[in-house]
């Protein structure tokens, strides 16, 4: 095989892309920010937040964003020789066609801009995003109706959270009928992109059909819960494609549009179904089943493994692996991840403060932070289910604490977010010893410090941080070996191993950092675990 993957990732705050070649090596890393390089949809942190816990995303910023990285990209690489795509979004979020939508997809003229002619193909302008907390009374009714939230997390790999699409198609069937009316089709954001690109609505892959609420998760073949889907909105499964398809299966051919206005070869460039960015992440690090944690520190916090079997729990939440079919992957969600340790570096100055001096307050404090605990919930948090707070701070007798130091309430967000990972994580029984940090603020060694040292596993960190866009861009290439010879699904790891391995520059590739415990630091917090859990528990509201 030649030529290049193109590998996207629509997170909370930005669209990047990475362009890898066929010895699955990057080539290119570029990335577009909502509210820096698209102003005019005025989001912040690329999302508009509303009452109650609402929070959206313009369906048309996602789709200028896509026009942008690739005019970005015309100007750098041979896009007749992209082969394949693949991509990431944020999980959960949902995009509502209009009626007549699809014409309107089918048939854009490579002449003008895709967003300027989709001007009229949502019925909704905002999508719900994952960071949506406004759905409380959907979820209730929804797990009510179906038999008990346990009955629908051992079906659908999780309970349903307010920021599961199920809630979200219910809140806007009963609270907007007539968007629901209008609307012809439903796509998570990730189906929704790979839909720009195949000028046709594409299917969800199974990792992220996972995040809705109305997939069975344990399916083969891939299937929704047909009763989920029905109490969810009438005529839903009319408004959904048939049925998720596996990660690797083609979706078809790049859109003429794209192939006409930037170059791409309409014969040539198979289109691969979107993922949630946590399982490309997973596929992106390689992750091995029974071995692995990998912790995200993006918008959101997430740890997440691989495993053969699984037992889903009530908290928590269990999504299907992308990279082999009859896998899963048992994830823990912080909503309140970088934008609140942001809000905490700039807590108290006029200007906002430099990640240097975040990292000093860190390295100024001991571990275990003299016993101090921190809880900042800045939005509505998902673990624990809790409502809006201001930083408080508390000691090793659970007694609120007051006036204490800029470092120390740096450092007590830090631990106690680690010390949560290591709890509810050990509660889904993973086994691990070595962990993977990806994201954002994986950039800041001293957060990796103390993640070794609570985890107590040695924490690597690879060259790209961004492993959604990587595992995207594997995943087209071992979906287009695949389409080439669909007699032989070969394993991924392999896959992806055995082009490394032919790859002149392998070494630089693999170059990664790694973060080991210290056994003194690992022994303090042992003391803090129990302490943490009693008081994460007087935040939970639901
Ligand atoms: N040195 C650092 N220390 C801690 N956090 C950082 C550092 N550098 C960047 N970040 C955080 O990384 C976040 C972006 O992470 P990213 O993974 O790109 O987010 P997402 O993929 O959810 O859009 C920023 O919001 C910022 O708070
Ligand atoms: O809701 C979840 C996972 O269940 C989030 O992890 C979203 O997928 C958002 O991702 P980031 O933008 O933080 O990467």
Redesign the pocket.
């Known amino acids: 095989m030649s030529g290049y993957a193109l590998g996207f990732?629509l997170?909370?705050?930005s669209l990047s892309v990475i362009v890898m070649d066929s010895d699955c090596e990057v080539v290119l890393e570029y990335s577009l920010n909502f509210d820096r390089d698209l102003p005019h949809y005025q989001t912040k942190g690329?999302a508009h937040a509303g009452e109650n816990g609402r929070f959206t995303s313009p369906a048309l910023m996602f789709v200028e964003a896509l026009e942008k990285v690739f005019e970005h990209l015309k100007e750098r690489i041979p896009l007749d020789q992209v082969r394949c795509i693949s991509g990431?979004?944020?999980?959960?979020?949902s995009m509502y066609w209009r009626r007549g939508a699809v014409e309107l997809l089918r048939h854009l003229n490579p002449e003008v801009g895709i967003a300027q002619q989709l001007q009229t193909a949502f019925s909704r302008q905002e999508c719900p995003?994952?960071?949506d907390a406004s759905t409380r009374k959907q979820c209730n009714y929804l797990e009510t109706i179906l038999g008990g939230p346990e009955i629908v997390a051992e079906k659908t790999g999780s309970r349903i959270?307010p920021?599961y699409t199920a809630a979200q198609i219910r809140k806007i069937y009963e609270e907007e009928p007539q968007i629901y009316q209008d609307t012809e089709h439903i796509s998570l954001i990730s189906s929704g992109m790979a839909s720009l690109l195949l000028g046709e609505y594409a299917a969800e892959d199974v990792a992220d059909a996972a995040?809705t609420g109305f997939f069975e998760l344990q399916s083969d073949p891939p299937k929704w819960w047909d009763l989920a889907v029905e109490h969810t909105a009438p005529l839903l499964k009319d408004k959904l494609v048939s049925e998720p398809v596996y990660s690797y299966c083609p979706l078809g051919k790049i859109h003429t549009y794209f192939a006409e206005r930037f170059g791409l070869d309409r014969k040539h460039c198979f289109i691969f179904p979107w993922s949630?960015?946590?399982p490309n992440?997973a596929a992106g690090l390689l992750l091995q089943a029974e071995r692995d944690l990998a912790v995200?520190l993006?918008?959101?916090?997430?740890a997440f493994a691989i495993t053969k079997q699984i037992k889903p729990r009530i908290e928590a939440?269990v999504?299907r692996s992308p990279m082999k079919p009859l896998e899963f992957i048992p994830?823990v969600?912080y909503?309140n991840?970088?934008l609140t340790r942001e809000a905490i570096k700039d807590m108290d100055s006029m200007e906002p403060r430099t990640w240097e001096s975040f990292t000093n307050s860190l390295l100024q404090t001991p571990p275990g932070n003299n016993g101090i605990l921190g809880f900042y919930y800045r939005v509505p948090e998902?673990l624990p289910s809790a409502k809006p707070c201001t930083p408080t701070f508390f000691n090793m007798d659970m007694k609120l604490v007051e006036n204490i130091d800029y470092n120390t309430k740096v450092r007590a967000i830090v631990e106690s977010r680690c010390l949560a990972i290591k709890i509810h994580m050990d509660r889904f029984q993973v086994k691990y010893d070595r962990v993977w940090a990806t994201?954002g603020a994986s950039e800041n060694e001293e957060i990796l410090q103390i993640l070794a040292d609570v985890l107590q596993a040695p924490v690597h960190r690879v060259l790209y941080y961004n492993s959604?866009s990587l595992g995207a861009a594997y995943r087209a290439w071992h979906g287009k070996a695949y389409a080439d010879n669909p007699s032989n699904l070969e394993d991924f790891h392999d896959f992806i191993r055995s082009k490394q391995q032919l790859s002149p520059s392998n070494i630089s590739k693999n170059r990664k950092l790694v973060w080991q415990p210290n056994p003194e630091a690992s022994r303090v917090y042992l003391k803090m675990f129990p302490i943490y859990e009693d008081l994460e528990k007087s935040f939970e509201t639901h």
């Open positions: 990732d997170s909370t705050q690329g990431s979004a944020q999980q959960h979020g995003i994952w960071m959270y920021r995040g949630g960015d946590n992440s995200s993006g918008t959101s916090d997430t939440h999504y994830l969600c909503s991840g970088s998902i994201g959604a």
